[in-house]
């Protein structure tokens, strides 16, 4: 019983520390290659996935490829020195904000989540 009642004090404190300013505190994420980005923060924590899913029809249905919003753009900027990826953690760019937000990402289920990655058979 006793172990019952320190483990809710514990989750309490807990809790409290975590909202004492009314809010769940944001991940602290660290830009890469921090920069001009194709669009101000606000803008792209709003709609990234809209860009990226306009870009990606340009270059499925038109073969554009290589502009601004493109994923492999993104990567280049956003992935960790230490790691070269988006992905591996809660620092790390994507992944620590789709947690953050409890949004799937499934970019990388088909995609290569890493900074400098040519595809075999692709021509610069």
């Keep these: ?10 989750l309490t404190f807990l809790a ?7 809010r769940t505190q944001r991940p602290v994420i660290e830009i890469a290659n921090p920069g001009k980005c194709v669009a101000p923060a606000e803008e792209m924590r709003r709609n990234h996935m809209e860009m990226l899913k306009h870009q990606r029809d ?17 990567i280049e900027c956003h992935a960790s020195k230490k790691t070269g990826s988006v992905l591996g953690g809660n620092e790390n760019f994507c992944q620590g904000c789709h ?21 075999a058979g692709v021509r610069p």
């Design 99 to 119: 947690t953050y937000a409890a949004v799937k990402l499934d970019c990388f289920e088909c995609h290569q989540p890493k900074a400098g990655f040519k595809a």
């Design 16 to 22: 409290q520390l975590a909202w004492a300013d009314g």
């Design 58 to 74: 340009r270059t499925l249905r038109q073969g554009i490829r290589g502009e601004p919003a493109s994923l492999n753009a993104c």
């Design 1 to 10: 019983m006793r172990y019952g009642v320190f483990l809710a004090v514990i």
